[in-house]
């Protein structure tokens, strides 16, 4: 069966940098869209970025554009979110997700079908 595990969360102060992974089994890697989502307490999950099967595409929410980088490495069927210049608003569970059909791009949560267990990231100021 799919399953998405998530590593690399922490705490860390305002200004730094985490990178946080996800590896992904039971799947053809390589076909699907893959993308990063958060939530934090008392607020509705987010989308942060999402990467097409092929790496051609990448799109990030405007609140972590220019400090997070999104990418893949299918051979290992792994992806990754580089977090850098973290703010205190950056603090929440992070969760990796697939999008629910092959060689298809979203940016929807409805469209992700698959979820990791979350990540937690804490930012302090």
């Known amino acids: 069966q799919v399953q998405l595990v998530e590593s690399g969360g922490g705490s860390v102060q305002a200004g730094g940098s985490l990178q946080i992974s996800c590896a992904a089994s039971g799947l053809t890697f390589s076909s699907y869209s893959m993308g990063w989502f958060r939530q934090a307490p008392g607020k509705e999950r987010e989308f942060v970025a999402a990467?097409?099967?092929?790496?051609?595409?990448?799109y990030y929410a405007d609140s972590v554009k220019g400090r997070f980088t999104i990418s893949r490495d299918n051979a290992k069927k792994m992806m990754y979110l580089q977090m850098n210049r973290l703010e205190p608003e950056d603090t929440a569970v992070y969760y990796c997700?697939?999008?629910?059909?092959?060689?298809?791009?979203?940016?929807?949560?409805?469209?992700?079908?698959?979820w990791g267990q979350g990540t937690q990231v804490t930012v302090s100021s």
């Open positions: 997700a697939r999008v629910s059909r092959t060689y298809y791009y979203s940016l929807k949560k409805d469209e992700y079908d698959y």
């Open positions: 990467i097409s099967w092929s790496v051609g595409r990448r």
